[in-house]
């Protein structure tokens, strides 16, 4: 098994098969296509040509879908809006033969995190009883997303799979829990930012989160240095060598691991993660 380190963000279009020959360069193995703010890679013959040439340097791609993201809205309009952002980072990825598309799956809004996970139906419009049962596998409204975006991936035959990440804030749906229950009653693929979880926890939690998703044989892992308060994520900063080492000692042996280093730094720290991986497996 392999663990591939990468930074989140590929620059341009222009500077983007330069950019992926600089990481090869490097040693890195993976990148994170940044569509947050726009997905801006338009063109198929475009995202074509990249996806050759990360396929030709062994460079794995995914992507980061748009920050304007919410299947948990009281309006119709945010989630259609927030499916169709997912579902064209999906057929961009398609052409750029992108692994995965990470994404922010919504917030809770006013209603309780309980609530959230098993949305009452009739208040959306929804058939269904008022009161969803957790051991019934009530449908919330992020997981009835989610079924029905997939059910569009498969018609249209898109490669990525979607992968919900674990989220820094606490008003934000995303904590491991919530992100492990998606995966079991969907399927899907799943993004673990474990600076997230640091800020969301006041504590990495490396066991607890390996251990809940022993079964999975690949990870998609972030990992940066994160400054953090009360209520969670403020932003991401430099990575500290001495946290990328607690990472690296806890990774699960025999899987495939990617990491994606989302700080102000990307590329160097995602070097760093890399020469301290490389040093931790020859002791």
Same mark, same amino acid.
């Given at each position: 098994m392999s663990t591939k380190f990468g930074p989140a963000g590929l620059g341009g279009v222009k500077e983007a098969i330069s950019n992926l020959e600089r990481y090869s360069e490097l040693g890195l193995k993976a990148c994170e %296509?940044?569509?947050? *703010?726009? &997905?801006?890679i338009k063109r198929k013959e475009d995202a074509l040509e990249i996806g050759k040439a990360a396929k030709k340097l062994g460079i794995d791609l995914? %992507?980061?879908?748009? *920050?304007? &993201?919410?299947l948990n809205s009281t309006d119709k309009k945010i989630i259609e809006k927030s499916k169709q952002r997912i579902l064209k980072c999906c057929e961009i990825g398609t052409y750029l033969k992108a692994e995965v598309v990470v994404f922010h799956p919504g917030y809770y809004s006013k209603m309780s995190k309980q609530e959230t996970y098993q949305n009452p139906r009739k208040s959306r419009g929804f058939s269904g009883p008022q009161k969803a049962d957790i051991k019934e596998q009530a449908f919330c409204v992020i997981k009835r997303g989610i079924f029905e975006m997939q059910k569009e991936i498969k018609k249209k035959k898109y490669l990525p799979k979607l992968a919900p990440e674990t989220t820094g804030k606490l008003n934000v749906f995303g904590s491991i829990d919530e992100i492990q229950k998606l995966v079991k009653d969907t399927g899907c693929c799943f993004c673990i930012d474990f600076a997230h979880i640091l800020a969301r926890y006041k504590d990495y939690k490396f066991k607890e989160v390996f251990e809940k998703f022993r079964e999975h044989k690949k990870m998609h892992i972030h990992f940066s240095g994160i400054e953090y308060g009360k209520k969670g994520e403020k932003h991401h900063k430099k990575t500290e060598s001495s946290q990328l080492k607690k990472l690296i000692s806890n990774l699960p042996k025999k899987k495939e691991v990617t990491i994606i280093n989302e700080s102000p730094f990307p590329v160097e720290d995602s070097v760093l993660g890399l020469k301290i991986y490389q040093t931790l497996s020859k002791i």
């Open positions: %296509i940044a569509f947050t *703010y726009s &997905i801006y995914s %992507i980061h879908a748009p *920050y304007w &993201i919410n």
